[in-house]
């Protein structure tokens, strides 16, 4: 069984900052792309960061532009797990932020921000950030 369990959310202040985990099983991890996005109040659901793990183009990344510079996507290949570290928060990035998972694919080769790219998507994690 595919699981994605995201985790750390929370509430912090304007500037702050919040490491998000997504852990991963039931894949090849090895052979896949994980992406965050998230999804404000009233709005749609937007593509954040990816990071592909397939050999070859491991590490490589995408970032959304609102975000270059303070987020970085990170991936523990050892423990399953992708990261997003997420710096200088401000209360435009409140939003629940979910993981993503495409298989057989790196970030750069799709479109990776299109939720229908991915093939299992986690729960999501609440990230208030406060004024």
């Known amino acids: 069984e595919v699981q994605l369990q995201a985790s750390g959310g929370g509430l912090v202040q304007a500037g702050g900052s919040l490491r998000l985990s997504c852990a991963a099983s039931?894949?090849?991890?090895?052979?896949?792309?994980i992406a965050w996005f998230r999804q404000a109040p009233g709005k749609e659901r937007e593509g954040v960061a990816c990071?592909?793990?397939?050999?070859?183009?491991?590490?490589?990344?995408l970032y959304r532009n609102s975000v270059k510079g303070r987020f970085t996507i990170s991936s523990d290949n050892a423990k399953n797990t992708v990261y997003l570290q997420m710096n200088n928060l401000q209360p435009e990035d409140t939003a629940v932020y979910y993981c993503?998972?495409?298989?057989?694919?790196?970030?750069?080769?799709?479109?990776?921000?299109?939720?229908?790219?991915?093939?299992?998507w986690g729960q999501g994690t609440l990230v208030t950030v406060s004024s």
């Open positions: 039931g894949f090849t991890f090895d052979d896949s792309a």
């Open positions: 990071i592909s793990n397939s050999d070859g183009s491991a590490g490589s990344s």
């Open positions: 993503a998972a495409v298989i057989g694919f790196f970030c750069h080769g799709i479109y990776y921000s299109a939720q229908a790219e991915y093939d299992y």
